[in-house]
């Protein structure tokens, strides 16, 4: 069977089916309109695939995440996050001379023009850092006016992945009234970013490896998740053939929000409150499931995994170990496993198929890190760094692409007359 027939208002069509390489299948629409003049109407688009692929591929009933191929928990293990940039970005893993000569490329591209320093000094000092992450990555372009042209393209991707880290890294600087920290060659990507938050002037500082190990594993296992919310902005904004980093501002912007990556803040905050309320998650467990209460249990459910998110589980296991090599003793992480173990034996949960997320165990590495919490959606953006920019490039490449300009189906008042002022 290779098409899909359609009957409405007693006429039939067909339309072609497209199957991916795990096959997935998909209904080809795109002539719908044009044939039926009716549109299809998906709202949070849970049923509309808006591109073909080759990146990444989940299957959120079976728990399987890979980037181009390779399982989630083989690059876990693996790879480095630079090695993963790479793999994204260009398709394969790379040689070691590649790699040698990618990594040396990120170093030498790390600092930030001196005149963006003065940015950072018209922010209030309670600036989230998410706002001075968007606008600076969209300043950018300002200093680098070729990003939305080919020629130009691999260096504005090695721009792009090594100087994000500095202005995150500077972010935090900013808001705690530190001096910039600058980056140093010497150092691994993950390194570098460690050095540029946590060094200050007065004091030598040595990357600790279980933090560089941490690090690299938290930014590898946030590298890409296909089309959600962050990634399909910023397709979105790069179909008008807006520049590279004017369209990824505008997925950190979507990533920021509470129901996307800005739940790993959200998290932190919700476990705090449990702690302070007594450590009765029971509770909140119980205001979960109240259809009256907005209330969500953060770092719960997805839409795309229906059984566990492998990121959740790796994540679980590292904080345990990662705790411990700190020496750290987090009552947060105990709420956190005690609100997981009621809630997945709880007949809401388990029949809606609300597992906890990346974002559920993050923040308790970050915080053992000692990261603050308002960085954590910053830290996400730094891992889904490779997945967007891998998504724009793979767009941008498309031979038909063409602009996105989705349809509504209007409910609004039909034509009417505008009554005089004094009639209305
Ligand atoms: N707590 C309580 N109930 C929940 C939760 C939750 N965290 N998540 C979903 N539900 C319930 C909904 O109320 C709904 O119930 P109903 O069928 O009785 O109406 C059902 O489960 C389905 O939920 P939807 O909101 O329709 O699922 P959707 O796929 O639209 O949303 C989302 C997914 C946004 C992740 C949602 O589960 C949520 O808000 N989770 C909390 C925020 C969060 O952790 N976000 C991070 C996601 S991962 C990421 O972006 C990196």
Known sequence: MSTAKLILEGNE?????????????????VALRKHTNAISLDPGYGSTGSCLSGITFIDGEKGILRYRGYDIEKLATESSFVEVCYLLIYG???????????????????????????????????????????????????????????EDLDLNIVRLLAKVKTVAAFSYKKSIGQPFIYPR???????????MMFAVPAEDYVPPKVLIDALNLLLVL???????????????????????????????????????????????????????????????????????SPFRLMGFGHRVYKNFDPRARILKKTADEVLDQLGVDDPLLDIAKQLEEVALVDD???????????????????????????????MFA??????WIAHWKEMR?????????????YTGPTQREIKPLEER
């Open 185 to 195: 060659n010497k150092y691994s990507y993950c390194a570098n970013f460690l050095h």
């Open 397 to 409: 490449e498309e031979p038909r692409g063409r602009i996105n300009r989705p349809r509504q189906i």
């Open 92 to 150: 394969e893993l790379p040689t070691q001379e590649e790699l040698l000569s990618f990594s040396d490329r990120l170093t030498r591209h790390t600092l930030i023009h001196e005149d963006m320093k003065k940015f950072f000094e018209g922010f209030p000092a309670t600036a989230h850092p998410m706002a001075m992450l968007s606008a600076m990555v969209s300043s950018l372009s300002a200093y680098y006016p070729g990003a939305g042209i080919d």
């Open 13 to 29: 069509y067909e339309f072609p089916l497209v199957r991916g390489s795990e096959g997935e299948v998909g209904i080809d629409t």
């Open 348 to 378: 809401y949960f388990v029949s809606r198929k609300l597992y906890p997320n990346v974002d559920f165990y993050s923040g308790i590495i970050y915080r053992a890190m000692g990261i603050p919490t308002n960085m954590f959606t910053v």
């Open 222 to 292: 946030h590298a890409d998740h296909e089309q959600n919310c962050s990634t399909s902005t910023v397709r979105m904004v790069g179909s008008s053939q807006t520049n590279l980093y004017a369209s990824i501002s505008a997925g950190i912007s979507a990533l920021w929000g509470p129901l996307h990556g800005g739940a790993n803040q959200k998290v932190i905050e919700q476990l705090k409150m449990i702690r302070e309320d007594g450590s009765n998650f029971r509770k909140y467990v119980d205001l979960a499931k109240d259809k009256s």
């Open 382 to 387: 730094l891992g889904r760094m490779p997945g």
